[in-house]
């Protein structure tokens, strides 16, 4: 028996062994000490069990959990050391942070370097080296290079033959990808990772020897570092291991519980834009490595949850797809059955939006699929459920390791099969583009050629094929914004992406002009919409959308697009990601790795700068500028300079009232933004009033910004905007607690932003503060969240309520488009209402006064990714952004006849006065998840021209 102390009277001892442990003074730890020193893996011992709860919470992490032993799936490997020889806890028993991971990493390596690999593909934004780890047979460690570029050749299918390709899927293994630690709060994967190495590189048995043969296991230990290192460092500071839900361990503070990156973004919806440092290192390792099963393990739930995946299935995946789904989810649950252990499928997780890390890979050929776990994370080491019972950290820890294991040998036993689909999936792709229209788009460089060429780095970095046009010639396609087929003169330096190329699904599941909600989920949805017209307002069911259900890149950047029936609409040249950008994946600066039009001025200019608005880059160049003390300034007017145009909202630095260093200054700043400028000898325009010396010209103040951040601030929302002034716009900014706002913090501010949120919860006191700033002065902005707070500053809107229509002409147009009769009921309610029903992540088409300074820079019309019902239109105001009259939607899911009834002629932007200073309201997040920032020349206007800026009216 153990010699187990009373409660109470442990006496830790601290030992000068490299592992510097705290251990309790019994025979349990005498064993395991043992163990530590006289590694003995061939029957790798895990540490004695906790006898109790109270025990292991008094042990610190010493004793093992006793639900599950990690070495029971031996003989292992004598020289391989198991994690908790390493770690100096068993798995479970304690939060492992990133630098004693590194650790094991390092000691599993050089104990088995014939089976283990670590590849270092990158390093996160607080330089983290990113580790995968690539485990399987001497044989195949042996000839990785070769097994690489033989996983690459079955994704090519325009160089590989069938023929090959059979002979390639005899040879090779398979690559399994395991993917731990994007959501890094959630922290049962990351353990998970540690054993699972363990298991396959040591294993002994007759699964991991097949498992070796069959497979190449890459074992991603942590896609997202700094979310795990964050949220362990505050566990481990706070932890007890107390299982009371309200104990204090159990919610941590804003920030530091989230699955975000260092910059708060989640990077489990970034898979569309790419934006982040390691979504791009993850999506170009796995491009390296080409893996046929991507398993995205998480921990948010209270019972486990493998694949099948709930509806909607996102129609563009082939039917292989849910057919490998199945295989795998049936072996996962064969291993759970014989744990007796609950588990669920096919219900709320789906796969229609294409961020996430199953759908993503799922893009690139992958059987991807999310597991998620149900201890540790929030529930840290020991969660009480409603029924009584105990879920610990090694319970979530050993269901990973389980379902990852049976997953890996399920493809390790269908190891050829799997392999020829892979190679099927993008051959098939690839017909099928060529079947059905359109057959590319072209990206115009137009106005703006930035936002293009920005969207072409984003492609090349998902792999997919980019042109550029050679010759500029008209073009006969679909614009999408217009809804119409038009013909355009397409300007050399625009770009041009195949639809038919090896990678055809990512390319038109990012850029078709819409991509349809199966029909079976869009009937079920418009079922239960015709449901709630026919009864009370609180008796109505809840839609079932899991997110947006709208992603095109070219219209949430709002770049100019053209869709063609033609292979080669003009001629082109290929393009590729330069070296640079590629080696360096984070940043602004390779946003624009491909540009159209080289950054800089074209002369020594005797009058004055002038550059057009519009793109992060021009604005970028101004804050730069205002920041080093330069004087700016913009033009309400149209202008002419010398013989040239400029649009309204240019911007103009004029050489007589700025140092010397101007010169040299604008042409490096304007060279990084990517922006060029002109260079005016003279203010005497050739043509119209308007000119450098213009009245119209107005002098812009760099403005002291502050923003709300913590409780009750979205932290994705807030992320975006920190992302993007700080890296993109280089502006400095103060970030200020929303809860404990005051008149103190905001005195010498000028330009104060509520990023979305949700702000029930804020004082009266940070109200009356911001309301009290802003009469004297300052400058509100809110947007999502923060607009809606923004509307109880006491201003006039009118209602929130659109016009009127009837009833029974919304109820009519949903009943004509079920195709089956759903039950509905037989007396429809007296009180029912034409409900205010947003769209669900859809966007929509928008008008926009090109008049107002709010609206510099971009076009008369937008498309606007909108997942909320509009603002209340400013009365004594102006309403600069307005969706438009009819016909609503541009791509996306949107209502019959409803969608029109709700959205039609309301404002999406509203700008007032109070007091001396302003109020700015923007209803959606302009920088939603940074990649939909087609409108955000309508926060940095307001921000950089509606701020401390005196200016016309409103
Ligand atoms: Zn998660």
């Not at 990113?130 to 485990?135: M, V």
């Not at 961020?355 to 690139?364: A, E, F, K, Q, T």
């Not at 932290?715 to 502006?731: K, P």
Request: proline share 7%.
């Amino acid at each position: 028996m153990f010699c187990r102390s009373p409660p109470g009277t442990y006496t830790p001892t601290l030992f000068t062994l490299p592992l510097r442990l705290v251990v309790p003074q019994c025979l349990s730890f005498l064993l395991a000490f043992v163990v530590l020193l006289n590694v003995t893996p061939g029957q790798a011992q895990t540490p004695a069990p906790c006898a109790s709860e109270h025990e292991a919470r008094q042990a610190a992490g010493q004793c093992a959990g006793a639900s599950f032993d990690f070495h029971a799936f031996g003989p292992y490997r004598d020289d391989v050391p198991a994690p908790h020889d390493v770690l100096g806890h068993p798995i479970g028993a304690l939060h492992t942070p990133y630098g004693r991971m590194e650790d094991y990493v390092d000691a599993l390596t050089d104990a088995a370097p014939d089976r283990v690999r670590d590849l270092v593909y990158g390093r996160s934004v607080e330089q983290r080296d990113l580790h995968l780890l690539a485990i399987g047979s001497a044989e195949t460690i042996g000839r990785l290079d070769e097994v690489r570029e033989g996983l690459q050749q079955l994704a090519a299918p325009t160089e590989t033959s069938d023929a090959t390709a059979n002979e390639l899927a005899t040879d090779l293994p398979v690559a399994v990808w395991i993917n731990s630690a994007n959501d890094g709060n959630e922290t049962a994967a990351f353990e998970a990772a540690l054993q699972l190495a363990y298991q396959v590189a040591a294993g002994e048995g007759e699964r991991a020897r097949r498992i070796r043969e069959n497979a190449l296991v890459l074992i991603n230990v942590a896609h997202n570092p700094e979310s795990h290192e964050r949220f362990v460092a505050w566990y481990n500071a706070f932890g007890m291991g107390d299982a009371a839900p309200n104990a204090y361990e159990h919610d941590a503070p804003w920030g530091m519980n989230t699955n975000n990156n260092h910059f708060q973004i989640d990077l489990n919806r970034d898979g569309v834009g790419l934006t982040q440092t390691e979504s791009r290192a993850v999506s170009t390792a796995m491009q390296r490595w080409r893996p046929q099963v991507f398993v995205d393990l998480h921990g948010q739930t209270t019972q486990y949850f493998f694949p099948p995946n709930a509806a909607p299935i996102n129609p563009l995946y082939p039917d292989q797809l849910t057919t490998w789904i199945d295989t795998i989810g049936r072996a996962n649950a064969d291993s759970f059955d014989e744990y007796g252990w609950s588990y669920y499928t096919r219900d709320v997780f789906d796969l229609q939006y294409p961020g996430y890390w199953d759908s993503y890979p799922s893009l690139h050929g992958a059987t991807g699929m999310t597991y998620e776990t149900d201890g540790g994370g929030g529930r840290g080491l020991r969660w009480r459920r409603d029924d009584g019972t105990t879920l610990t950290f090694e319970d979530g820890i050993a269901h990973h390791f389980v379902a990852t294991l049976s997953t890996i040998d399920a493809a390790a036993r269908n190891r050829e099969a799997r392999l020829r689909d892979y190679y099927r999936f993008f051959a098939d792709a690839m017909a099928e583009a060529e079947a059905e229209p359109p057959r590319g788009v072209v990206l115009r460089s137009g106005e703006d050629p930035r936002r293009a060429a920005r969207l072409a780095t984003t492609l090349l970095r998902h792999g997919v094929t980019v042109e550029r046009v050679t010759q500029s010639g008209a073009v006969q396609g679909y614009d999408a914004l217009a809804g119409e087929a038009v013909r355009q003169t397409v300007s050399t330096g625009s770009f041009f992406v195949p639809f038919t190329q090896p990678n055809a699904t990512v390319a038109r599941m990012l850029l078709l002009p819409d991509i349809e909600l199966p029909e079976d989920f869009r009937q079920q949805e418009l079922a239960r919409l015709a449901h709630n017209l026919r009864v009370a307002p609180d008796e109505r069911e809840p839609h079932a959308f899991y997110d947006v259900t709208a992603w095109n890149l070219a219209l949430a950047g709002d770049v100019p697009a053209l869709w063609t029936e033609s292979d080669a609409p003009l001629p082109t040249t290929s393009l590729s990601l330069p070296d640079s950008a590629q080696a360096a994946p984070g940043g602004w600066r390779h946003d624009v790795a491909v540009p159209t039009v080289a950054g800089g001025t074209d002369g020594r200019a005797r009058s004055a700068y002038v550059w057009t608005p519009g793109s992060v880059g021009s604005t970028r160049l101004l804050a730069r500028l205002m920041d080093e003390g330069f004087n700016v300034a913009v033009v309400d007017r149209p202008m002419v300079v010398g013989d040239r145009s400029f649009p309204r909202g240019s911007y103009i630095a004029r050489v007589g009232r700025n140092p010397d260093t101007l010169h040299d200054r604008i042409d490096a700043l304007a060279e990084t933004a990517a922006v060029p400028v002109h260079a005016a000898n003279t203010a005497f325009p050739k043509r119209g009033p308007t000119g450098t010396g213009s009245e119209t010209t107005r002098s812009l103040t760099p403005p002291d910004l502050a923003v709300l951040a913590g409780d009750g601030v979205s932290t994705t929302s807030y992320g975006a905007f920190w992302y993007v002034f700080q890296e993109r716009l280089g502006q400095p900014f103060t970030a200020l607690k929303a809860r404990t706002l005051s008149a103190n913090d905001l005195r010498g501010q000028d330009v104060l932003v509520l990023p979305n949120g949700d702000y029930g919860t804020l004082p009266d006191a940070a109200m009356e503060a911001i309301q009290r700033w802003v009469e004297r002065g300052g400058t509100v902005v809110g947007y999502a969240g923060g607009a809606r707070l923004l509307g109880q500053l006491g201003v006039a809107y009118t209602d929130t309520t659109g016009t009127e229509r009837s009833l029974t002409s919304v109820r009519t147009a949903i009943d004509e488009a079920l195709t089956t009769e759903p039950a509905l009921p037989l007396e429809p309610s007296p009180s029912a209402t034409v409900p205010e029903q947003p769209v669900p992540g859809t966007f929509l088409r928008a008008r926009a006064d090109t008049t107002h300074w709010l609206t510099y820079g971009l076009g008369a019309e937008l498309p606007l990714l909108t997942q909320r019902t509009p603002l209340g239109a400013s009365v004594h105001g102006a309403n600069p952004v307005t969706y438009a009259s009819d016909d609503l939607a541009v791509s996306g899911f949107a209502w019959p006849a409803l969608t029109d009834h709700v959205y039609a002629e309301r404002p999406y932007a509203t700008v007032d006065r109070l007091g001396r200073g302003r109020i700015v309201r923007l209803s959606e997040d302009p920088l939603f998840r940074v990649w939909a920032d087609g409108p955000i020349d309508l926060l940095t206007n307001a921000i950089y021209l509606g701020g401390p800026n005196e200016n016309t009216g409103y």
